[in-house]
C-alpha cells in the first residue's frame, strides 16, 4: 500500500515562514502527481498547490508568489515552502499523491489512487 506522511506544521506569526513536508511511501510503481491542500476552520478543504512528477507547477491564486512547491524525486519527497503567511492561511494542511502502487499483474493505467496523509495543523498568529 501506499502511505503519505506530512510534518512541518506549527505555530507562526503573521509575516512569518513555515515549510511543510511530505513523505510518500510503500509499494509505489509511479507518482504521477502530488499536492497540498488545506481546510480552513468551518470551510471546505480546497487547493493549495500541486506538482507533477515532472515539475510543473499549479498555484491557488490566493496563494500565488507567497507559496512554492518542489518535490525530490529520489526521496519521494514534496515540499511547500509557506513565507508572508496571513491568518487566513490557518488551517489543516493534507498532502495528497496520485499514484500507482505496485501491482502483481504488471499492467498500470495512465492516472494512478488518490492517497492522503492525516494532516498537520498550521496556525498563523495576527
Known amino acids: 500500500q501506499v502511505q503519505l506522511v506530512e510534518s512541518g506544521g506549527g505555530l507562526v506569526q503573521a509575516g512569518g515562514s513555515l515549510r511543510l513536508a511530505c513523505l510518500t511511501s510503500?509499494?509505489?510503481?509511479?507518482?504521477?502527481?502530488t499536492g497540498w491542500y488545506r481546510q480552513p476552520p468551518g470551510k471546505q478543504r480546497e487547493l493549495v498547490a500541486t506538482?507533477?512528477?515532472?515539475?510543473?507547477?499549479n498555484y491557488a491564486d490566493s496563494v500565488k508568489g507567497r507559496f512554492t512547491i518542489s518535490r525530490d524525486n529520489t526521496k519521494n519527497m514534496v515540499y511547500l515552502q509557506m513565507n508572508s503567511l496571513k491568518s487566513e492561511d490557518t488551517a489543516v494542511y493534507y498532502c495528497?499523491?496520485?499514484?500507482?502502487?505496485?501491482?502483481?499483474?504488471?499492467?498500470?493505467?495512465?492516472?494512478?489512487?488518490?492517497?492522503w496523509g492525516q494532516g498537520t495543523q498550521v496556525t498563523v498568529t495576527s
Open positions: 495528497r499523491s496520485n499514484a500507482n502502487p505496485i501491482s502483481s499483474s504488471g499492467i498500470y493505467p495512465l492516472t494512478g489512487n488518490d492517497y
Open positions: 510503500g509499494s509505489i510503481y509511479k507518482i504521477h502527481e
Open positions: 506538482i507533477t512528477w515532472g515539475g510543473t507547477q
